[in-house]
């Protein structure tokens, strides 16, 4: 008895490919250290400006399309140009550490970069000509340019893990029920995409924070006495 598998084409292969590996690099389980981070949110829960469902999303609404998060997937599309064409994105790189706002908002950025890069090695050898350290989007980006990860979905999934990350934060700040979260990722999936749609064309000169609380916040979190997360 002849058993025919169905050969899968390469196109169909390298799509697949990049989905499993978008799913692995920014999954909770990948060894960055999310998880310890709330960006400022855990400030904003204390002080009263985050307190239900609704002032959560549109806090993170703000931050997407006015604050952090969107100058982040700038510095993501410009990244993965700049990796794409064989750079080495050190002008990203320096211009995203000095963008950060804070001393726990440099400290995200940074220490969640420089741990990606070290666990990617399972996937390739160290990649030659990156600084020694580098902000989070900016690592994740060159490393889907190096590996032939289109933009696009790429950063839809780095503003998912994003988003995905501090939602989890702020259900058990606030406290809000797990459904709320799951509720709340429905909501902002169109947010996700059309951010990551403008942000793909976008260039560095799309730069720019209107999210003026919330970089408030982050100073504010590096001062308050009793804190879960390190910022």
Request: glycine share 6%.
């Amino acid at each position: 008895m002849t058993i025919n598998t169905p050969i899968t084409p390469m196109a169909d292969l390298a799509a697949n490919t990049a989905l499993v590996r978008l799913m692995t690099w920014l999954s909770p389980t990948f060894p960055v250290g999310a998880f310890s981070y709330s960006h400022g949110i855990e400030r904003a829960v204390h002080g009263g400006l985050i307190h239900d469902k609704p002032s959560l999303q549109d806090w993170l609404v703000d931050l997407m399309n006015h604050g952090s998060v969107w100058n982040d997937a700038v510095l993501f599309a410009a990244s993965w140009a700049d990796a794409d064409m064989g750079g080495n994105c050190l002008e990203e790189t320096e211009l995203g550490e000095a963008m950060a706002g804070s001393k726990e908002r440099h400290m995200e950025a940074m220490l969640q970069g420089n741990a990606f890069l070290q666990a990617i090695g399972h996937w390739s050898t160290a990649e030659s000509g990156v600084a020694k350290e580098m902000p989070y989007p900016v690592a994740v980006a060159m490393v889907a340019a190096r590996h032939k990860v289109a933009c696009e979905p790429a950063l839809a999934a780095y503003l998912h893990a994003v988003v995905s990350n501090l939602i989890q934060g702020a259900v058990r700040l606030v406290p809000l029920g797990q459904s709320h979260g799951v509720s709340l990722m429905a909501a902002v999936e169109t947010q996700i995409l059309a951010v990551a749609e403008r942000a793909a064309r976008s260039s560095l000169d799309d730069l720019g924070s209107a999210a003026i609380m919330s970089d408030i916040m982050a100073m504010q979190h590096e001062t308050q006495y009793s804190r879960v997360f390190r910022s």
